[in-house]
T-cell receptor, first 115, second 113 residues
């Protein structure tokens, strides 16, 4: 089955540590996205990538970093500079970033808890 | 940029009733409007979408209507069932550029058996 795999499902870290969330897709999609979800806040865009080796900041990129070395993979690093990192993180993909009439395909998320 | 408002934030209905969720958008150039359903602990999944060249689309118990003049679109669920309980998100997309959909804040639908 084609889809998006996020791992792990739950992640716990101590404050001050960097942590990397994994996102892999086998849909052969060009574009990938990272969203953060907090209760009552909807989906907020962190970073997106339209093509390998290129990515753009979203609305809340501060304290996060990404890489896109392979088409299938778009890992997100939550750095110690992120002031409130505890949240549910969603990865998504779409066939082409310019496909405005194509829906996003989401993974099942990683819930990060930082104490 | 585009702004999408979604109402209500919470909707509670009895099984068998209808549910309606409404969204408004600000950019008249938007021409693609998907709806996503997010079950607890999972990622959102597309349930229906509509493009600006049509006013209504149906798929079994769900339908979406679009009023481009008023810049609003709505999700209608008939004969609700407990498994319809979830968070629903609307979104709007403007053609061209880098394409990033703008999401509403979500509606938590609770269907009581």
């Amino acid at each position: 089955d084609g889809g998006i795999t996020q791992s792990p499902k739950y992640l716990f870290r101590k404050e001050g540590q960097n942590v990397t969330l994994s996102c892999e897709q086998n849909l052969n999609h060009d574009a990938m996205y990272w969203y953060r979800q907090d209760p009552g806040q909807g989906l907020r865009l962190i970073y997106y990538s339209q093509i390998v080796n290129d990515f753009q900041k979203g609305d809340i990129a501060e304290g996060y970093s990404v890489s896109r070395e392979k088409k299938e993979s778009f890992p997100l690093t939550v750095t110690s500079a992120q002031k409130n990192p505890t949240a549910f993180y969603l990865c998504a993909s779409s066939p082409r970033a310019s496909s405005y009439n194509s829906p996003l395909h989401f993974g099942n998320g990683t819930r990060l808890t930082v104490t | 940029g585009e702004n999408v408002e979604q109402h209500p934030s919470t909707l509670s209905v009895q099984e068998g009733d209808s549910a309606v969720i409404k969204c408004t958008y600000s950019d008249s150039a938007s021409n693609y409007f998907p709806w996503y359903k997010q079950e607890l602990g999972k990622g959102p999944q597309l349930i229906i979408d509509i493009r600006s060249n049509v006013g209504e689309k149906k798929d079994q118990r769900i339908a979406v209507t679009l009023n481009k003049t008023a810049k609003h679109f709505s999700l209608h669920i008939t004969e609700t069932q407990p498994e319809d309980s979830a968070v629903y998100f609307c979104a709007a997309s403007v053609p061209g550029g880098s394409y990033i959909p703008t999401f509403g804040r979500g509606t938590s639908l609770i269907v009581h058996p």
